[in-house]
């Protein structure tokens, strides 16, 4: 009898140790995927800088949009992969956020970063740019960075995605995505994406393409095992 | 047309500080508050053209103590090409409203009008009085632009619509910058309309017994006619900042067309014209220019004629000139729209009335170095000025001949022979016109004289130094050098440059000479040599009387006046010259 | 010091006429078909608007020389003729001539509003936004297709608000942000601002022209002369106006043809 309350509570305290070790770590599960693309994107037209000669001659050819930037496999890049909701919100790191204007571009295309997260944009070129972000929600401002002056350094306090343009090269356009948290990820390359430390529990991932607008997922994390999400967006030719 | 009666009744004499010398009645107070409030408007004008040239010349260099003041506007001390627009607009808007249309019309206008007509002070004090604070309320409503977040407004002096009327969509300093711009003006507005209706009534109404029309001198006369344009000028400017203040507030659409698309924004309004509101600020615009320039043309005439000792040719065909020009300049406001989009016929209707105003201008010039022969000129400090402004009337005025041509308007728009042009005139000749009244008439007001060394000194440094100045824009704009650039960014320019530069030098010495002016005036004020009553042998009757004046500055008397202000060059017995008050009979010979 | 400023105004006065009189600052080259009459116009002004000034001003030194600082008692005169002469004088002179230039001048205004665009110019659409210009050629369908201003899209390059998904006319049309064209031929220009007041200007075609949001305004010249120009803005139209050009460039026929192909390869 005593022999069998000893394995019980062994069992009990290894199924116990089991749990804490799946909840404590910072080995959570990972959602992992593809966003891909079906259907004709619309073309990626080079652009022409030529009003600004200090920034066209830093393009042997001449850049393109970026709207719909694709990768090989139909992959779709620049998509913000995010968690939605089943995350509770966070501090932002202390670390800058970093935008730069350089060539006459936004580097890069789409910057991700957290509520109050220090936002730093810096001005690379030889002429003067004026950011000018377009949110609906935060509150707006322009500015003008002549050459040589030091970064502009804002933060945003509500989370929304955020066009940005430049008030003075109007081809250039970027955003930024103002997130809650920091489970977030940006597509690349094959269009892969990971968003990996996830603790149990459901939740929502939403994935946002500044041309196709958004879709969410639901999942739910039960272990460390990884779980995929793959989206497939629509294009269109015009 | 006959003289008229004294008025019954005067205003009191003033007790204590308040009423001395913060809300007086008495029409010489308002003219030294008037020329004050020009004074610091100059200054700050001088200060925002300093930045705007430092920029041009030095756009990667940092200007100490701005990254502090403007922190938007200039971080780090560079300034933004918003800030240089929104130095530029302020610098206009100052030089022209705060300075050339306070201080030689309503300014001394306002001192001398009263005194050179026999008069004890303005027909209605009060409204004297409140076309003062008026102003001054506009000048806080403008000046506080500068210190809003979104900063002042970046459209020019000339606010040109749909950029001053889409509101903050359009860029920095067009929120409530413009807002600012638009309220400030209004009031503006008002302040002269009240200073106009004074001006107009005394002068009709209040001259001594013996003042005929004729009798008045030459810069009563100036004030006189710009007081009728500025009455018809400036009831027009007024409705057009309210349409647009309407247009920018309450959602009309006066000068915004549909389908605009500022700022990635569709604009909700519809079936306005741009065009309109050019029509209504040149309306206004361009008479008054020669509102800046006729009060100077004024006092230029009644320095010189005391300076060379002789009468004019003819007093009344200068008299008649300005009253030409004064009819003229209702019609050509169109020629600052020759490219604008508006009918290419109506652009050859109004170059014919610009290029017929030559006529009378021409005529003024020649009357003046017509007069010099023969005189015996008197160098002062004062009538050196006047004979500046001569030589930058005649500069002025030539070029001017260039873009009445509407033709030859299509190359030289919007360069810098525009911008050369207009300082002439306005820039130089009109201050050079204050500057010789204030020469003239310092020792009257204070009942001190200025320094004449320093007079002189500040003559030779500014006379130099504004040739040097803009005569180098004329050439630039011949090049084809447009304005309104915050930088010069392009390869065009790059040769242009050194010109840049020597002018920037020169501006930069040019102004710092004025220092010389304020320290004499200031100190001239407080220890400079007492005035005699009449130190330069004038004849018109502010030199009849104490200097400074008593408050009712004919003692309570009622002069009576014999002669026109010209008797110089004759047998009397106060010397060379007969004042318009003494009854002796003139020897003719 | 009269006499010191009489001699300061000669050396001002000279100083100023010199580098007009030596040609330092001229025009660029006159590459249309209509700058002749404009720069003759302008070269007949310089001289009689030089002579008035450097006669004007010399004038008054020679006055102030003479007439100031005079010995004690010497007795005022006046000039023979008095105001009757300086009036004439205006009105004949001066009067005559500056309505002379006023009524020729207008061939040269003419010349470039009154007459209208040949039927076989070739047309431009050129769009005026805050801080850029851009270019549209109408294709191969020879027409230009609606704007709908709800559609600009500036960050994928739409800057005209084009909407070819619906408009088939606008499937063909070729968005540039250089305008090129070919030499010797007339161009009939049509100027569209997509927000505020902007203008046009090309010193050497001797073309000034502003941009009226609302209005449809249009202008045609003729490039003479191959080369690459500026256009730039001069109507104050924000804060980056000083940044606001496009270059032009004059081609020859063939070359500007495979230009155009290139770009509608682009589209």
Same mark, same amino acid.
């Given at each position: 009898?005593?022999?069998?309350?000893?394995?019980?509570?062994?069992?009990?305290?290894?199924?116990?140790?089991?749990?804490?070790?799946?909840?404590?770590? !910072?080995s959570?599960?990972?959602?992992?995927?593809?966003?891909?693309?079906?259907?004709?994107?619309?073309?990626?037209? !080079?652009?022409?800088? #030529?009003?600004e000669?200090?920034?066209?001659?830093?393009?042997?050819?001449?850049?393109?949009t970026?709207t719909?930037?694709?990768?090989?496999?139909?992959?779709?890049?620049n998509?913000?992969?995010?968690?939605?909701?089943?995350?509770?919100?966070?501090?932002? !790191?202390?670390?800058?956020?970093k935008?730069?204007?350089?060539?006459?571009?936004?580097?890069?295309?789409?910057?991700?970063?957290?509520?109050?997260q220090?936002?730093?944009?810096?001005?690379?070129?030889?002429?003067?740019?004026?950011?000018?972000?377009?949110?609906?929600?935060?509150?707006?401002?322009?500015? #003008?960075?002549?050459?040589?002056?030091?970064?502009?350094?804002?933060?945003?306090?509500? !989370?929304?995605?955020?066009?940005?343009?430049?008030?003075?090269h109007?081809?250039?356009?970027?955003?930024?995505?103002?997130?809650?948290?920091?489970h977030?990820?940006?597509?690349?390359?094959?269009?892969g994406?990971s968003?990996?430390?996830?603790?149990?529990?459901?939740?929502?991932?939403?994935?946002?393409h500044?041309?196709?607008?958004?879709?969410?997922?639901?999942?739910t994390?039960s272990?460390?095992?990884?779980?995929?999400?793959?989206?497939?967006?629509?294009?269109k030719?015009? | 047309?006959e003289?008229?009666?004294?008025?019954a009744?005067?205003?009191?004499?003033?007790?204590?500080?308040?009423?001395?010398?913060?809300?007086s009645?008495?029409?010489?107070?308002?003219?030294?508050?008037?020329?004050?409030?020009?004074?610091?408007?100059?200054?700050?004008?001088?200060?925002?053209?300093?930045?705007?040239?430092?920029?041009?010349?030095?756009?990667?260099?940092?200007?100490?103590?701005?990254?502090?003041?403007?922190?938007?506007?200039?971080?780090?001390?560079?300034?933004?090409?918003?800030?240089?627009?929104?130095?530029?607009?302020?610098?206009?808007?100052?030089?022209v409203?705060?300075?050339?249309?306070?201080?030689?019309?309503?300014?001394?206008?306002?001192?001398?009008?009263?005194?050179?007509?026999?008069?004890?002070d303005?027909?209605?004090?009060?409204?004297?009085?409140?076309?003062?604070?008026t102003?001054?309320?506009?000048?806080?409503?403008?000046?506080?632009?500068?210190?809003?977040?979104?900063?002042?407004? %970046?459209?020019?002096?000339?606010?040109y619509?749909?950029l001053?009327?889409?509101?903050?969509?359009a860029?920095?300093?067009?929120?409530?910058?413009?807002?600012?711009?638009?309220?400030s003006?209004?009031?503006?507005?008002?302040?002269?309309?009240?200073?106009?209706?004074n +001006?107009?009534s005394?002068?009709?109404d209040?001259?001594?017994?013996g003042?005929?029309l004729?009798?008045?001198?030459?810069?009563?006369?100036?004030?006189f006619?710009? =007081?009728?344009?500025?009455?018809?000028?400036?009831?027009?400017?007024?409705?057009?900042?309210l349409?647009?203040?309407?247009?920018?507030?309450?959602?009309?659409? +006066?000068?915004?067309?549909?389908?605009?698309?500022? =700022?990635?924004?569709?604009?909700?309004?519809?079936?306005?014209?741009?065009?309109?509101w050019?029509?209504?600020?040149?309306?206004f615009?361009?008479?008054?220019?020669?509102?800046a320039?006729?009060?100077?043309?004024?006092?230029?005439?009644?320095?010189?004629?005391?300076s060379?000792?002789?009468?004019?040719?003819?007093?009344?065909?200068?008299?008649y @000139?300005?009253? =030409?020009?004064?009819?003229l300049?209702?019609?050509?406001?169109?020629?600052?729209?020759?490219?604008?989009?508006?009918?290419?016929? @109506?652009?050859?209707?109004?170059?014919?009335p610009?290029l017929?105003?030559?006529?009378?201008? %021409?005529?003024?010039?020649?009357?003046?170095l017509?007069s010099?022969?023969?005189?015996n000129?008197?160098?002062?400090?004062?009538?050196?000025?006047?004979?500046?402004f001569?030589s930058?009337f005649?500069?002025?005025?030539?070029?001017?001949?260039?873009?009445?041509?509407?033709?030859?308007?299509?190359?030289?728009?919007?360069?810098?022979?525009?911008v050369g042009?207009f300082?002439?005139v306005?820039?130089?000749?009109?201050?050079f016109?204050?500057?010789?009244?204030?020469?003239f008439?310092?020792?009257?007001m @204070?009942?001190r004289m200025? =320094?004449?060394?320093?007079?002189?000194?500040?003559?030779?440094?500014?006379?130099?130094?504004?040739?040097?100045?803009?005569?180098?824009?004329?050439?630039?704009?011949?090049?084809?050098?447009v304005?309104?650039? @915050?930088s010069?960014v392009?390869?065009?320019?790059?040769p242009?440059?050194?010109?840049?530069?020597?002018?920037?030098i020169?501006?930069?010495?040019?102004?710092?000479?004025?220092?010389?002016?304020?320290?004499?005036?200031?100190?001239s004020?407080?220890?400079?040599?007492?005035?005699?009553?009449n130190?330069w042998?004038?004849?018109?009757?502010?030199?009849?009387?104490p200097?400074?004046?008593?408050?009712?500055?004919?003692?309570?008397?009622?002069?009576?006046?014999?002669?026109?202000?010209?008797?110089?060059g004759?047998?009397?017995?106060?010397?060379?010259?007969?004042?318009?008050?003494?009854?002796?009979?003139?020897?003719?010979? | 010091?009269?006499? $010191?400023?009489?001699?300061?105004?000669?050396?001002?006065?000279?100083?100023s006429?010199?580098?007009i009189?030596?040609?330092k $600052?001229?025009?660029?080259?006159?590459?249309?078909?209509?700058?002749?009459?404009?720069?003759?116009?302008?070269?007949?002004?310089m001289?009689?608007?030089? $002579?008035?000034?450097?006669?004007?001003?010399?004038?008054?030194?020679?006055?102030?020389?003479?007439?100031?600082?005079?010995?004690?008692g010497?007795?005022?005169?006046?000039?023979?003729?008095?105001?009757?002469l300086?009036?004439?004088?205006? $009105? *004949?002179?001066?009067?005559?001539?500056?309505l002379?230039?006023?009524?020729?001048?207008?061939?040269?205004?003419?010349?470039?509003?009154?007459?209208?665009?040949?039927?076989?110019?070739?047309?431009?659409q050129?769009?005026?936004?805050?801080?850029a210009?851009?270019?549209?050629?109408?294709?191969a369908?020879?027409?230009?297709?609606?704007?709908h201003?709800?559609?600009?899209?500036?960050?994928?390059?739409?800057?005209?608000?084009?909407?070819?998904?619906?408009?088939?006319?606008?499937?063909?049309?070729i968005?540039?942000?250089?305008?090129?064209?070919?030499?010797?031929?007339?161009?009939?220009?049509?100027?569209?601002?997509?927000?505020?007041?902007?203008?046009?200007y090309?010193?050497?075609?001797? *073309?000034?022209?502003?941009?009226?949001?609302?209005?449809?305004?249009?202008?045609?010249f003729t490039?003479?002369?191959?080369?690459?120009?500026?256009?730039?803005?001069?109507?104050?139209?924000?804060?980056?106006?000083?940044?606001?050009?496009?270059?032009?460039?004059?081609?020859?026929?063939?070359?500007?043809?495979?230009?155009?192909?290139?770009?509608?390869?682009e589209?």
């Amino acid at each position: 009898m005593m022999r069998a309350k000893l394995a019980y509570i062994v069992g009990l305290a290894a199924l116990a140790a089991c749990a804490v070790m799946v909840h404590a770590g !910072p080995s959570g599960g990972t959602v992992s995927g593809k966003v891909t693309y079906e259907g004709t994107p619309a073309k990626q037209k !080079p652009i022409d800088m #030529s009003k600004e000669p200090s920034c066209a001659k830093q393009h042997a050819t001449p850049i393109t949009t970026e709207t719909v930037v694709t990768g090989p496999g139909n992959a779709l890049d620049n998509v913000v992969v995010y968690v939605s909701a089943g995350a509770p919100d966070e501090a932002a !790191p202390s670390q800058a956020a970093k935008f730069e204007q350089k060539g006459c571009q936004y580097i890069p295309h789409v910057l991700a970063f957290q509520v109050n997260q220090t936002l730093e944009i810096a001005n690379a070129d030889q002429t003067s740019h004026n950011i000018h972000p377009l949110p609906k929600v935060n509150r707006e401002w322009n500015k #003008s960075q002549p050459p040589g002056s030091a970064p502009i350094v804002d933060k945003y306090d509500k !989370p929304e995605f955020i066009p940005v343009k430049c008030n003075i090269h109007p081809w250039m356009h970027g955003n930024f995505a103002v997130l809650k948290n920091s489970h977030y990820a940006i597509t690349e390359g094959d269009g892969g994406f990971s968003l990996p430390n996830l603790p149990p529990g459901k939740y929502t991932i939403t994935a946002w393409h500044e041309s196709y607008g958004d879709q969410s997922q639901d999942v739910t994390i039960s272990g460390g095992e990884p779980k995929s999400v793959n989206f497939v967006f629509k294009a269109k030719p015009y | 047309m006959e003289e008229a009666v004294q008025p019954a009744h005067v205003h009191a004499p003033p007790e204590g500080f308040i009423s001395k010398y913060v809300f007086s009645l008495d029409h010489k107070m308002i003219g030294k508050q008037y020329y004050g409030l020009a004074l610091v408007s100059v200054f700050m004008g001088m200060v925002l053209s300093w930045l705007m040239r430092f920029h041009l010349v030095w756009p990667d260099a940092k200007v100490p103590v701005l990254g502090s003041l403007a922190p938007t506007g200039a971080p780090g001390g560079l300034i933004t090409p918003e800030y240089y627009l929104s130095l530029l607009t302020m610098h206009g808007t100052l030089m022209v409203f705060f300075v050339l249309t306070n201080a030689p019309f309503a300014g001394f206008g306002n001192y001398f009008l009263p005194i050179q007509i026999g008069a004890e002070d303005m027909a209605f004090p009060r409204f004297n009085m409140m076309s003062f604070w008026t102003t001054f309320a506009g000048f806080l409503v403008l000046v506080l632009a500068f210190f809003i977040p979104d900063g002042p407004p %970046t459209s020019g002096w000339t606010a040109y619509a749909p950029l001053s009327a889409v509101g903050k969509d359009a860029g920095p300093g067009l929120g409530w910058g413009q807002n600012l711009w638009a309220i400030s003006i209004a009031i503006f507005c008002v302040g002269q309309l009240l200073g106009s209706l004074n +001006f107009i009534s005394t002068t009709l109404d209040l001259r001594a017994k013996g003042m005929t029309l004729m009798r008045m001198p030459i810069c009563t006369w100036a004030w006189f006619i710009t =007081s009728c344009i500025g009455l018809l000028a400036f009831a027009v400017l007024l409705p057009a900042c309210l349409l647009l203040l309407l247009d920018r507030l309450a959602g009309t659409s +006066f000068f915004i067309p549909s389908g605009l698309v500022v =700022s990635d924004r569709l604009q909700n309004h519809a079936g306005g014209s741009p065009l309109l509101w050019q029509h209504l600020f040149w309306f206004f615009g361009h008479p008054e220019v020669y509102i800046a320039i006729l009060p100077a043309v004024g006092i230029v005439s009644h320095v010189l004629v005391t300076s060379m000792r002789k009468p004019l040719l003819s007093a009344k065909v200068l008299i008649y @000139s300005m009253m =030409s020009i004064g009819f003229l300049s209702w019609m050509v406001w169109g020629h600052h729209m020759f490219v604008s989009g508006m009918n290419p016929f @109506s652009s050859l209707l109004f170059s014919f009335p610009t290029l017929t105003i030559t006529i009378p201008a %021409t005529i003024i010039t020649l009357i003046w170095l017509g007069s010099l022969y023969g005189a015996n000129i008197q160098i002062t400090s004062a009538s050196l000025f006047a004979l500046g402004f001569v030589s930058m009337f005649v500069s002025g005025g030539v070029s001017g001949f260039f873009l009445a041509q509407p033709s030859i308007d299509i190359y030289l728009h919007a360069t810098y022979f525009v911008v050369g042009h207009f300082h002439m005139v306005m820039g130089v000749a009109a201050i050079f016109g204050i500057l010789s009244g204030t020469y003239f008439w310092f020792p009257k007001m @204070s009942g001190r004289m200025m =320094s004449e060394t320093l007079g002189k000194l500040h003559f030779w440094i500014t006379f130099v130094g504004t040739y040097c100045i803009f005569m180098p824009f004329h050439y630039l704009g011949l090049v084809g050098n447009v304005r309104r650039y @915050s930088s010069f960014v392009d390869d065009f320019m790059a040769p242009l440059m050194p010109v840049h530069k020597f002018i920037s030098i020169a501006a930069f010495i040019t102004g710092a000479a004025q220092l010389i002016f304020l320290y004499n005036l200031i100190h001239s004020r407080f220890r400079g040599k007492v005035a005699p009553e009449n130190p330069w042998n004038g004849t018109s009757l502010e030199w009849s009387i104490p200097s400074p004046p008593p408050w009712n500055n004919f003692g309570g008397k009622h002069p009576v006046v014999f002669h026109d202000p010209y008797q110089y060059g004759v047998k009397g017995s106060k010397g060379d010259f007969v004042m318009q008050d003494s009854p002796e009979q003139i020897v003719s010979g | 010091m009269g006499k $010191f400023f009489a001699i300061i105004l000669v050396v001002i006065t000279l100083a100023s006429a010199y580098p007009i009189v030596t040609h330092k $600052f001229v025009q660029p080259e006159d590459i249309s078909t209509h700058g002749h009459a404009i720069d003759e116009q302008l070269a007949d002004t310089m001289a009689e608007g030089g $002579f008035a000034f450097v006669g004007a001003q010399l004038l008054l030194a020679f006055f102030v020389w003479k007439f100031s600082s005079r010995k004690e008692g010497s007795k005022v005169t006046h000039l023979p003729g008095g105001a009757k002469l300086m009036v004439a004088t205006a $009105f *004949i002179l001066v009067g005559t001539e500056v309505l002379a230039l006023g009524v020729l001048g207008q061939k040269a205004w003419a010349d470039v509003y009154f007459t209208p665009p040949k039927p076989d110019a070739l047309q431009v659409q050129a769009q005026a936004g805050q801080f850029a210009f851009y270019f549209r050629y109408p294709g191969a369908d020879g027409k230009f297709a609606p704007i709908h201003p709800d559609k600009i899209d500036e960050g994928n390059q739409n800057y005209f608000g084009l909407d070819p998904a619906n408009d088939v006319e606008a499937r063909d049309d070729i968005v540039t942000a250089e305008m090129t064209i070919p030499v010797n031929r007339e161009i009939h220009l049509l100027m569209h601002s997509k927000d505020v007041g902007h203008s046009f200007y090309v010193r050497e075609l001797r *073309i000034q022209q502003d941009f009226v949001p609302g209005l449809d305004l249009s202008l045609h010249f003729t490039a003479t002369k191959t080369g690459k120009y500026e256009i730039v803005c001069t109507q104050l139209c924000g804060l980056g106006h000083y940044n606001m050009k496009a270059y032009l460039n004059v081609l020859p026929q063939d070359e500007f043809e495979k230009w155009l192909k290139d770009r509608a390869a682009e589209q």
